[in-house]
T-cell receptor
């Protein structure tokens, strides 16, 4: 079945350093979503990318969707301790149901002050 | 309500028992989703409702798992003959249903199920 792979699994950074997580799908996606889950919390929607090559920014966060719509990345500039958590990408296949999001395993980010 | 609520927050049961997990979506949301999240993993899709009907139940692992949403609001996930491998956090999410695949899903806090 379809898989969404995410790397790295863990990332430890010093506050102020940049952070990037990468997401790769075995199949072409209709769209991809990114979520953040704080320790002990639940996933919180960050953004959705739909178009090939799309780039979206939210303050220090930059999201990209690959030209082939099979990969995506999330980049955080100048990390802060509030960025701590696990970042998940979730993809949806063409023809897939509205509900059937395939999540990656996530990248757990820790930030040392 | 202000957000998606789930009860109970924690459920400990013995192998072979039956459990029910409840989800109360955001008021007015027609779409409701159930996921299961094991430690160190991303959420795994189980089932999706649009209104009262299950629009996609392809993620239910076997026939021990069943979910209902009789009035198109609250949903109950039912697990029969629980097994230790069913231990996980069960997450519920809802969305307005108006945007189709562009809908934003809002997650509840989850129910942590432990099967002894």
């Amino acid at each position: 079945g379809q898989q969404v792979m995410q790397i790295p699994q863990y990332q430890h950074v010093q506050e102020g350093e940049d952070f990037t997580t990468y997401c790769n799908s075995s199949t072409t996606l209709s769209n991809i979503q990114w979520y953040k889950q704080r320790p002990g919390g639940h996933p919180v929607f960050l953004i959705q990318l739909v178009k090939s090559g799309e780039v979206k920014k939210q303050k220090r966060l930059t999201f990209q969707f690959g030209e082939a719509k099979k990969n995506s990345s999330l980049h955080i500039t100048a990390t802060q301790t509030t960025d701590v958590g696990t970042y998940f990408c979730a993809g949806r296949n063409y023809g897939g149901s509205q509900g059937n999001l395939i999540f990656g395993k996530g990248t757990k980010l820790s930030v040392k002050p | 309500g202000a957000g998606v609520s789930q009860t109970p927050s924690n459920k400990v049961t013995e192998k072979g028992k039956y459990v029910e997990l409840r989800c109360d979506p955001i008021s007015g949301h027609t779409a409701l989703y159930w996921y299961r999240q094991s430690l160190g993993q991303g959420p795994e899709f189980l089932i999706y409702f649009q209104g009262t009907g299950a629009a996609d139940d392809s993620g239910l692992p076997n026939d021990r798992f069943f979910a209902v949403r009789p009035e198109g609001s609250v949903s109950t996930l039912k697990i029969q003959r629980t097994e230790r491998g069913d231990s996980a956090v069960y997450l519920c999410a809802s969305s307005s249903g108006a945007g189709g695949v562009a809908d934003t899903q809002y997650f509840g806090p989850g129910t942590r199920l432990t099967v002894l």
